[in-house]
């Protein structure tokens, strides 16, 4: 039974969804700002939300964003649920700097982090 759960189990991270107030805003942000390319999208009208799916790489091989737009919905903000989307950049403190000059703010200023693995890592 283990050896079937090791063949069977999921292999990569397929996308990571997040809702958007507006999926044309959110574009100005990961295409044009972060360089990301959109690869489709959808409209369910029977679900009342469209999706548009975001990323560096193929979908068919790497992970991308999903932006979720209710029809219906408010307004989103940031939830304690929400974590973090982890990219991957050249030079960390020349991309912040470049995003800050196009009026991105952030949270937290890009560094190492303050706290350590219990298992050292």
Known sequence: M???FMKARP????????????????LKFY???????EFR???YPTGQFKLCFVGYGSEESESVIELTE??????YHHSD???????EVNEIY???????QRGVSFVREP???????SNGG
């Open 41 to 43: 999208r959808e409209d």
């Open 81 to 87: 649920k929400f974590g973090h989307i982890a990219l």
């Open 11 to 26: 292999s990569r991270i397929l996308h990571t969804m997040l809702r958007v107030n507006s999926i044309e805003n959110s």
């Open 70 to 75: 209710n029809y219906d919905a408010t307004e």
């Open 94 to 100: 020349g991309t912040c700097n470049a995003l800050k």
């Open 111 to 117: 560094g190492p982090m303050t706290h350590t693995a």
């Open 31 to 37: 295409r044009d700002l972060l360089g990301m390319t």
């Open 2 to 4: 283990k050896d079937h």
